[in-house]
């Protein structure tokens, strides 16, 4: 078995649940506390040991490479104003990892994002993270699923059970189960009906596949929305190999939507070492019994 020293982080969508927050800039752009988001996804690639990102993109999106990038101006300014702590810290972003940016043309789904890291992954087994899932955990959620692919041999994708009425809002899993919160995939589909899923696993933002799903996505037709989508690929690449859903230990929170992003705001700021103290007096003062907003 290759390695696995590559992830991949899909940068390419418009962000549309956000405008017109997200009109100039890049949803994986927001703040989330003191980072942007996809700052943070990056962090746990690079703490699951996966230095190699490769970020698919698309027009608009020049914001996420500068960020990750040096920029000696500022760091010049800083510098003469004595803020030497602040220049590591920027530093330290564009000493993170190993960046490889990637243009999607069209929005034809995350199976057609996948797809287009293709020539750049190359043969070998690779990590898929997205931005619109932030993860809590004291073991990185990517590292729990290397951990598992490691053991079993074959693709890992990351569940964790849903309500019956969201769904239709996921990919959802058949499966039988193998160990503990790991499950034998059996069959998966993308967005089904209520009352029509095959189980209440559904499929969030992480990945680890084997390099034999390029080929499955080559031969995937459009499906849901009339994209190319991940979950019909990882159909097909169930006739010739296995798959394991594995429901990590953490907390994820939705960042693909704006309640999701409060959430997660608010739970990331508690847990800030600097802000977290002062911010957790901050909310106590808050008058939550109506619309009187806080307290003076």
Avoid: C
Wanted: net charge negative; charged share 25%.
């Amino acid at each position: 078995m290759k390695p696995l020293r590559k992830a991949v982080v899909t940068a390419a969508g418009w962000g549309t649940r956000f405008l017109p927050a997200t009109k100039a800039q890049p949803k994986e752009m927001l703040p989330l506390v003191d980072k942007p988001l996809i700052q943070h996804i990056v962090e746990e690639a690079v703490a699951s040991g996966l230095r190699d990102i490769i970020v698919v993109t698309a027009l608009g999106k020049r914001a996420i490479e500068d960020h990750f990038d040096r920029s000696f101006e500022l760091e010049y300014l800083l510098q003469e104003k004595g803020k030497a702590e602040m220049v590591q810290a920027l530093r330290a972003i564009s000493d993170l990892a190993n960046l490889v940016y990637v243009r999607q043309k069209a929005q034809l789904g995350l199976g057609h994002a996948v797809l287009t890291t293709r020539d750049i992954v190359g043969d070998e087994p690779f990590a898929v993270l997205l931005p619109d899932d932030v993860i809590q955990a004291e073991v990185p959620a990517t590292r729990q699923m290397m951990d598992v692919f490691r053991k079993l041999g074959g693709s890992v994708i990351a569940v964790e059970p849903v309500p019956e009425d969201q769904v239709s809002s996921y990919g959802i899993v058949q499966t039988r189960e193998v160990g503990h919160h790991i499950w034998e995939v059996l069959g998966l589909v993308e967005k089904p009906a209520p009352g029509k899923a095959p189980s209440n696993l559904g499929i969030v933002g992480r990945y680890i596949l084997t390099p034999e799903v390029f080929e499955a996505l080559e031969h995937t037709p459009p499906g849901s929305g009339g994209e190319i989508q991940l979950t019909d690929a990882l159909q097909l690449l169930l006739r010739g190999q296995r798959i394991f859903a594995y429901q990590f230990e953490g907390t994820r929170y939705d960042a693909g939507t704006p309640l999701g992003f409060l959430k997660a705001s608010v739970e990331l700021a508690l847990q800030h070492p600097e802000l977290g103290p002062q911010f957790r007096q901050f909310l106590r003062r808050l008058d939550l019994g109506g619309d009187k907003g806080h307290n003076p």
